[in-house]
């Protein structure tokens, strides 16, 4: 880890992270990433444990909160859910009036933006600014509401996109159930759901990437908890971030089939292309969360009818794995790697995977924020000049 140096001076020698890599940027205790390792915990409780034993509810009531609820908790966090998740009449002409075509993250970061402006209490925050316990309360709603309902904005963006009655969530389904309700109308069966529920969990909280980032950045500045997700949102948008499964799942299934993997892997090597879904920036171990996606994606293809499609990954893995491994530099499948591939065999556009990525992950940019705000200062980091500091203007008829 990088040492503090202190107060410095220009002109000097410094190392430079090229992004920011290496810097530290605060103390948290919502999640931990062991990068060499391959292991990723949401305060303390492994990605692995979560995933198989609870619901996504769950889940981002630890992030937000601390700890796993009993019953109660629960069921009262789930209630205060539900009383948000209604989307209004102006909310649904917004999403409706866009065009179809529009990028959806696009969509959802508009219709949350817009969201702010009819939430008179998510401008309440700055006016506590000296009673910090009174802003975490307030807060910490907004955020409840928000989670709610950027997911019916999710589902009403992927029906809107075909022309469909947007659908008000059902009081009687989960946070995921009604996801996928609104979405297509139809009430999961309990095995969907548990999948999806354990697609939303993985992607709820990865340490400080750079949607953690924007999120924390921008609430730095006392700004309102809207405008907070919606540049999240905004970060997340981009391919090296929150569209790489969408890139990934496109490149699988022009590949053509399983036969043809050697061949298209060879020529990828032979080019020194990569290959979309593989390497991350943090893990240097195989990612954790495509350990858990890869076992659920096997099953749930075979289901679908799509096994040719998760072969082919299974046999790119395999081969461009073994040839990073005969380099001696290993580069193993991240979570968008296979994650694209479960988000199509549940029925999801293309175009929306990224989407679910923010719904999952407004929980943990909450938790962050969250955290974050009692002892809030804003972020205000340095650039180094590197550029001339004595030229004099010339007059424009002489330039």
């Known amino acids: 880890m990088p040492k503090f140096l202190g107060r410095i001076e220009f002109p000097c020698t410094i190392e430079l992270g090229r992004g920011l890599e290496g810097a530290i940027t605060n103390v948290t205790r919502i999640g931990y990433v062991n990068g060499e390792e391959g292991h990723l915990n949401y305060r303390g409780y492994s990605i692995e444990d979560l995933s198989d034993n609870c619901s996504y509810e769950e889940v981002a009531y630890l992030l937000i909160f601390g700890k796993l609820p009993n019953r109660a908790e629960l069921n009262t966090f789930q209630l205060r859910l539900r009383k948000s998740g209604e989307l209004p009449e102006e909310i649904i002409r917004i999403i409706e009036t866009l065009p179809r075509d529009a990028h959806p993250m696009n969509v959802l970061q508009t219709g949350v933006a817009a969201f702010g402006c009819l939430d008179r209490d998510s401008l309440e925050v700055t006016r506590h600014v000296s009673d910090p316990a009174a802003a975490l309360e307030i807060e910490t709603e907004i955020a409840i509401r928000i989670m ?10 992927a029906r809107a996109r075909k022309g469909q009655a947007v659908l008000q969530p059902d009081p009687n389904l989960s946070f995921t159930g009604n996801y996928l309700y609104q979405m297509s109308g139809e009430k999961p069966s309990p095995v969907t759901e548990k999948l999806m529920d354990i697609c939303l969990i993985l992607q709820a909280d990865h340490g400080m990437n750079a949607s953690t980032f924007t999120a924390v950045v921008t609430h730095s500045t006392l700004s309102d908890m809207y405008s907070t997700i919606a540049a999240a949102i905004g970060s997340l948008r981009g391919p090296l971030h929150g569209g790489a499964n969408e ?27 990569k290959v979309i879904g593989f390497g991350h920036r943090v ?6 969360r495509a350990l858990v996606l890869k076992k659920h994606a096997e099953a749930l293809c075979r289901e679908k009818g799509m096994e040719s499609l998760y072969r082919t990954a299974v046999e790119v893995e395999n081969l461009f794995l073994a040839e990073m491994k005969a380099k001696g530099k290993p580069i193993y499948p991240n979570v968008d790697y296979y994650s694209g591939i479960v988000y199509h065999a549940l029925g999801f556009p293309t175009p929306l995977f990224p989407v679910i990525f ?4 407004t929980a943990g940019w909450a938790a962050r924020v969250l955290e974050y705000l009692p002892e809030n200062r804003i972020f205000r980091p340095r650039a180094v000049y590197d550029g001339p ?6 007059p424009i008829e002489k330039r």
Do not use: F, N
């Not at 709610?148 to 963006?157: G, L, V, Y």
């Not at 923010?358 to 992950?361: F, G, I, Q, T």
């Open 148 to 157: 709610a309902r950027t997911r019916s904005i999710a589902a009403a963006i």
């Open 283 to 288: 893990y240097k171990a195989y990612d954790p």
């Open 247 to 273: 890139a990934a799942l496109e490149e699988l299934a022009a590949i053509g089939g399983p036969e043809k993997a050697k061949a298209w892997v060879a020529e990828k090597i032979a080019k020194g292309q």
């Open 358 to 361: 923010a719904v999952s992950r």
């Open 389 to 394: 500091t004595d030229l004099k203007v010339v």
